[in-house]
């Protein structure tokens, strides 16, 4: 079976533009939920999604919007980029909502995004 | 807020040592979680203690949740190469909004 997939792998903008990451969950797992990974910290949690629904929030600003789809696909949306937005960008997947979600979680390998 | 801290930030020993790794917070969880992060992939889950002095045994490795729900530990036995990597513990704000990570202690065994 795959596991959380996540695109692109890699991706370079500068400051100002705007960048869209994509998350495809593990098939059956209804919550999603992004992470910011900056170097040499641990992940820090953005939000979590579940039935199209934000069911969790990070302390993060207004630049970082998400959704998800129908089919549990979730993009992560950030606007006016700025250099300390450079890290890797986790979605994870699992099954139930909340604290249920939390408590098991299957990442993806991350989006890398530097910018410059 | 609640917040993790972990010790030691890094660690590097022989293969065949002992070593332990500390989660800490002056919050109280309802559970905590350990990872495993290796470079270029996403945190593994390890284990979730849930119960105040709870102790569970994954092969060489020990968990431990503290009696009063604020700290964990990580007890490695005859550490291998392959445990290298960023060891993680977290745990989620007893409301399931908010899902907190410590900062890591990167774990080098060298054969």
């Known amino acids: 079976d795959a596991g959380v997939t996540q695109s692109p792998t890699h991706l370079i903008k500068t400051r100002g533009q705007h960048v869209t990451l994509r998350c495809s969950p593990i098939s059956g797992h209804k919550s999603v939920s992004w992470y910011q990974q900056v170097l040499g910290q641990g992940p820090q949690f953005i939000f979590q999604y579940y039935e199209k629904e934000e069911r969790g929030r990070g302390n993060f600003p207004d630049r970082f919007s998400a959704r998800q789809f129908p089919n549990y696909s979730s993009e992560l949306n950030v606007n006016a980029l700025l250099l300390g937005d450079s890290a890797l960008y986790l979605c994870a997947s699992s099954l139930g909502s909340g604290r249920l979600a939390f408590n098991e979680q299957f990442f993806g390998p991350g989006t890398r995004l530097t910018v410059l | 807020t609640q917040l993790l801290e972990q010790s030691p930030q ?88 908010n899902f907190v990570f410590g900062p890591g202690t990167r774990l080098s065994v060298l054969p």
């Open chain 2, 10 to 97: 890094f660690l590097s020993i022989q293969e065949g040592e002992n070593l332990t790794v500390y989660c800490n917070s002056s919050s109280v969880f309802s559970s905590l979680q350990w990872y495993r992060q290796e470079p270029g992939e996403g945190p593994v889950l390890l284990v979730t203690v849930v119960t105040g002095g709870e102790v569970k045994k994954l092969k060489r490795l020990t968990f431990q949740f503290g009696d009063a729900r604020k700290d964990s530990s990580l007890h490695i036995t005859a550490a291998q190469p392959g445990d290298t990597g960023l060891y993680l513990c977290a745990g989620d704000d007893n409301y399931g909004q």
